[in-house]
Each structure stands twice: as structure tokens, then as C-alpha cells.
């Protein structure tokens, strides 16, 4: 079974997105990274690029697919974790620890309340 | 959706599967580059139940065999196999298959899973002035690959008693072990009565095994096999054996391969025997052979990026093919695949590849690519 956090919210793309401090943290589910498999690229977005909500910022490559990254809210980029450059494998370890993929300024923290709940997300990926 | 027997244990496995031409097999376990490497390096197994088994017997098999197939077939020897294709007039290709001689009037054809029907009836109409019988036994066999430079130690020890060992490269032989403990277990038996098959093919470019069991006796062999060599055998899914051919630039239908295109498109004359007096086909592909209007080659991304089949492949501005088949390879840690261009640019030695609208450089380079 796949691990849903309680503290996080969620896309229907599968990423997870948690207020850190004011800041926006995104990366992709547990449940995302089991269904790609070993992750051997990521391509990621440069800091001070504006996101709309749902637009595409990177994508991530196994083997065997390949997967868009898509911004769970508008905002603009402020941090990149860039260790999951070298080691895109950090996110199929830890995908909602030391695999975060970007940080966004919002303009309202409250649009994170617009995103599924944990009960919700279940729900998605056990349908 | 069509499942082999080894679905249940599979699933226990925590395999995941896809689709596959209307099958529902394992892509991986958990790891599919870890399965990759395991085969490069010791032994995987496979499950390739879902491909196709057809044989042809009779008085006049080897000049049938000889009429519909693209390789020199006369001068095989018993036992001995050969790959090669099944084309249609124009030359396309119906499939591309290994076909096994088992004694003089009696040859075996392993044929993709997506194709069988078609390859059937197909033989089946182009029997009608030969005295030969076309029997599709897709039903009775299942099938699985052992695959490694350990391969041939593992099936030494496995089948002690059927001297595996003395089987040659692209031979097939029957288990004499396994048709002595199965004697009269079996519910259905094969016509010819070689209800287990061994041989020393694969799709993998290591050295290796196909078995051809019955599927009323494949979880018992496949519980065995994994049980006597425990985690020593690496258990494989679809997306490996994908990897790996794509590794050593091996051709599969449906990406380099197809009823509309000649076996010469893909650089695959090596198979054709042109010296034959005849074969379906021929006629056409003499043609492919002079025109050569495509080819294919192998190229190797210059960045950390997949190129994917259908990805569109350029010089400057000028679009002069697309990528067939593409994959990271977990070997050499880089994209690679194979590309089908216009003729006329395949001396050059740096193509781009469009990959989500980024024009990314790769190199030429020819394959296998390890």
C-alpha cells in the first residue's frame, strides 16, 4: 500500500504540496513514484519562473515512462531541490521527505485548502 | 484481457503488469533496471507465455517452410533454428519468428503473442498446394525464458538428467527429464509428442534458454525452478526483456516492424536469402533492396533525456524520421533507441530529437549498444 500522509494535501496528478513556512513544497506521491518505477532523470524548472495553477514545471523519467510534473498552485519558483538532479532515486526513497522537488510563493497560503484531502486522494488511487 | 497460468503467482509477487497485445503480464517486480542488470550479469526468468507456438508437419514442410519464410531453411540441420520473417506480396512484414527444425517433416515456429491469429491463418491459406498440416498449439505451450551468462549453469543443474549443455547456440532439444516424470500425467497431449522443448535462443542478446512446457504443467516447472535456486534467479517482467533487446538494437514488431514496411527498412537483410529461387515476397523486397529509401540506426542521447518511440527526429529544421524504439539503458546510463530516417541523411553523424518540444542532440552510433 501506498503511503498518503495526513499533513499533506494532494493533485489529482499525483503530487503532494504542504505549507513549509509560508512557502509552497511540492513533490509526487508515494503512490506516484511506485506506479513510475525507478527514477533515472528529472527535469526541473528555474527559480523565479512564474507557474500557473496546473502548468507543467518539470517531468520526472523511469525506464520504462515518462511523467509531467504539473504545479498544484500558481506561484513562482523560489527553490529547487537540486539533489534530486544528481539522484533522481531520492524521490522513490523518500517522496514526501528528502524527495521534494520545488518550493512556489503563493499569493495566498489559504488556496492550499482548494487541493484534495488526504481521505480524498485515498480514494483516488484505491478507485 | 488474457492472462498465462503464472498470473496468480505473479500477482502474489507483487508483479505490476500491463498491457501487452491484449495480455495482461508482468512489466516489472520491483525494480526494473535491477532485473535488467541480473540478466546481464547472472540469470533472469521470464514469462513469455503469451508468444505464439505453431508447428508445420508433413511430407512437403520444408519447401513450404521455405516458400513463406525470408531465411534459407534447407540447409538447416536437425534441431536447429533460425529467425527470420513472414512477408506478405508487397514484402511487408506478417512477423518476424524463429523458426525450429525438429526432424524432417516437422518444424516449430515461436510467433509474437499480437500475431498469432494472423500468422496462423495466414500459413494456413498458403498451405493449400503443399502436402502440410498447420497446427496452432499457442494453447497447449507456455513458455519461459532463462536468460544470463549463468543460464547455461542453472539449466545444467536444473535438468541433470537431459544434458541441457550439449545443446547448441540456436538449437532446441527435447527435456527428456522433464517427458519421463510428466508420462502419462498430461491431460492433452502434444500430436508429435514433444510436450517439453528446450532451446538455446532468446531475445535478450545473452546467452540463454526458451523452455516450451504445457500450461496445464508451467506454475508446477516455474515454482521449481524458482524455489530450487531461490533469490540466486531473478524474476523478470516484460519491461527488462524490453530494455535489453533494445540494448542490443534487436527489432520488435510493431515498433521497427510492420505489414507496411520491408525487413530491408530496418536493416535486417542479414535474414533474407536472396538466393533462394523463391519466397513470398521476394519480388518486392528485391525492389527495398535497391530503392533503400529509410534506415535505421541507433543513436545515443548527448543529455540526461529518454527519446521514446514516435518521437520526431531532425536535422536543422528538416524533419528526416522518428524514433521506433527508445529507453534509458540501466548499462550505460543514458538514453538510447533506434530511429528510422530518410536514406539519404544516415551517413550524418548527429541527429535532434524533439522531445517535448526541445530540440535535444544525440549522437550516431551503432548498435548493440553494450
Not at chain 2, 529461387?277 to 534506415?295: Q, W
Request: aromatic fraction near 12%; include cysteine; proline fraction near 3%.
Amino acid at each position: 500500500m501506498s503511503e498518503v500522509r495526513e499533513e499533506f494535501k494532494y493533485t489529482e496528478e499525483h503530487e503532494w504540496a504542504i505549507d513549509d513556512d509560508g512557502l509552497i513544497k511540492i513533490g509526487i506521491t508515494d503512490h506516484a513514484q511506485e506506479s513510475l518505477g525507478e527514477i533515472v532523470f528529472i527535469e526541473l524548472p528555474k527559480i523565479g519562473i512564474i507557474l500557473d495553477k496546473s502548468s507543467i514545471f518539470g517531468v520526472v523519467e523511469s525506464t520504462k515512462s515518462v511523467s509531467d510534473l504539473y504545479s498544484p498552485l500558481a506561484g513562482e519558483v523560489v527553490e529547487v531541490n537540486y539533489s534530486v538532479e544528481t539522484e533522481p532515486d531520492i524521490i522513490n526513497k523518500s517522496p514526501y521527505d528528502e524527495g521534494w522537488i520545488i518550493k512556489i510563493r503563493v499569493k495566498n497560503i489559504k488556496d492550499l485548502d482548494s487541493l484534495l484531502a488526504p481521505e480524498e486522494y485515498k480514494k483516488l488511487i484505491d478507485g | 484481457m488474457k492472462t498465462t497460468p503464472l498470473f496468480e503467482i505473479h500477482k502474489k509477487m507483487g508483479a505490476k503488469f500491463i498491457d501487452f497485445n491484449g495480455w495482461q503480464m508482468p512489466v516489472w517486480f520491483d525494480d526494473l533496471n535491477k532485473e535488467h542488470i541480473k540478466v546481464r550479469q547472472e540469470v533472469g526468468i521470464f514469462d513469455v507465455s503469451h508468444m505464439g507456438e505453431i508447428e508445420i508437419s508433413g511430407k512437403d514442410s520444408e519447401i513450404y517452410v521455405d516458400y513463406i519464410f525470408t531465411n534459407s531453411v534447407l540447409n538447416l540441420s536437425l534441431g536447429q533454428a533460425r529467425y527470420g520473417f513472414l512477408c506478405n506480396r508487397l514484402g511487408g512484414v506478417i512477423d518476424d519468428v524463429i523458426i525450429y527444425k525438429i526432424d524432417k517433416e516437422r518444424f516449430f515456429m515461436c510467433v509474437n503473442a499480437g500475431n498469432t491469429n494472423k500468422v496462423f491463418q495466414w500459413l494456413s491459406d498458403n498451405s493449400t498446394d503443399y502436402d502440410v498440416s498447420v497446427v496452432d498449439l499457442s494453447e497447449f505451450y507456455g513458455q519461459l525464458a532463462i536468460q544470463g551468462p549463468r543460464a547455461i549453469d542453472y539449466m545444467e543443474e536444473f535438468f541433470s538428467t537431459s544434458n541441457v549443455g550439449s545443446i547448441k547456440k540456436y538449437c532446441i532439444a527435447p527435456i527428456l527429464g522433464l517427458e519421463e516424470k510428466y508420462k502419462n500425467q498430461l491431460e492433452w497431449g502434444c500430436p508429435h509428442g514433444n510436450n517439453f522443448l528446450i532451446a538455446r535462443t532468446g531475445y535478450t542478446g545473452e546467452d540463454g534458454f526458451e523452455l516450451f512446457v504445457p500450461n496445464e504443467k508451467i506454475i508446477e516447472i516455474y515454482k521449481s525452478i524458482l524455489k530450487h535456486f531461490s533469490s540466486k534467479i531473478q524474476p523478470c517482467g516484460l519491461g527488462a526483456r524490453d530494455t535489453l533487446r533494445i540494448e542490443m538494437g534487436f527489432p520488435l514488431y510493431g515498433n521497427e516492424l510492420s505489414e507496411e514496411q520491408s525487413p530491408v527498412d530496418s536493416n535486417l537483410e542479414r535474414f533474407i536469402d536472396m538466393d533462394k529461387k523463391e519466397f513470398i515476397g521476394k519480388a518486392e523486397i528485391k525492389k527495398n533492396m535497391a530503392e533503400r529509401k529509410v534506415s535505421l540506426i541507433g543513436f545515443k542521447m548527448s543529455d540526461k533525456v529518454i527519446a521514446r518511440s514516435g518521437y520526431e527526429v531532425f536535422i536543422g529544421e528538416r524533419k528526416i524520421g522518428y524514433v521506433t524504439s527508445g529507453t534509458y539503458s540501466p548499462i550505460l546510463k543514458k538514453g538510447i533507441g533506434l530511429a528510422m530516417i530518410d536514406s539519404r541523411w544516415s551517413d550524418l553523424n548527429q541527429i535532434n530529437i524533439r522531445v517535448r518540444n526541445n530540440y535535444k542532440e544525440a549522437q550516431k552510433v551503432s548498435y548493440p549498444f553494450v
